[in-house]
């Protein structure tokens, strides 16, 4: 069973900084794509940012220039840098995991952090 732990979130004023950690154990296979998801409250759950496992990245439009995610594919680690927070990034944020066994997709979800920005 893969589990997914964060840390990280928390209260901070607009402009500031924030990092994100998820750490990912269980797996007996390689994580394909690891990433970060938000969802506020009243919205669908999105995508901010995902890096694959030979580190190539994805990034919500939203977050480009200001948010950096990294992986340390032999800890089984990823982070989320976030600079220059805007009250608009407000939201649970998710650490996904997506495994391809065979061909099938399996994904796995953490268990949520919250990040507040106050204007």
């Known amino acids: 069973q893969v589990q997914l732990v964060e840390s990280g979130g928390g209260l901070v004023q607009a402009g500031g900084s924030l990092r994100l950690s998820c750490a990912a154990s269980?797996?007996?296979?390689?994580?394909?794509?690891i990433g970060w998801y938000r969802q506020a409250p009243g919205q669908q759950r999105e995508l901010v940012a995902e890096?694959?496992?030979?580190?190539?990245?994805n990034y919500a439009d939203s977050v480009k220039g200001r948010f950096t995610i990294s992986r340390d594919n032999a800890k089984n680690t990823v982070v989320l840098q976030m600079n220059g927070l805007k009250p608009e990034d407000t939201a649970s944020y998710y650490c996904?995991?997506?495994?391809?066994?065979?061909?099938?997709?399996?994904?796995?979800w953490g268990q949520g952090t919250q990040v507040t920005v106050s204007s």
């Open positions: 996904n995991a997506k495994i391809v066994v065979l061909g099938r997709r399996f994904d796995y």
């Open positions: 269980g797996s007996p296979f390689t994580i394909n794509v």
């Open positions: 890096i694959t496992s030979g580190d190539s990245t």
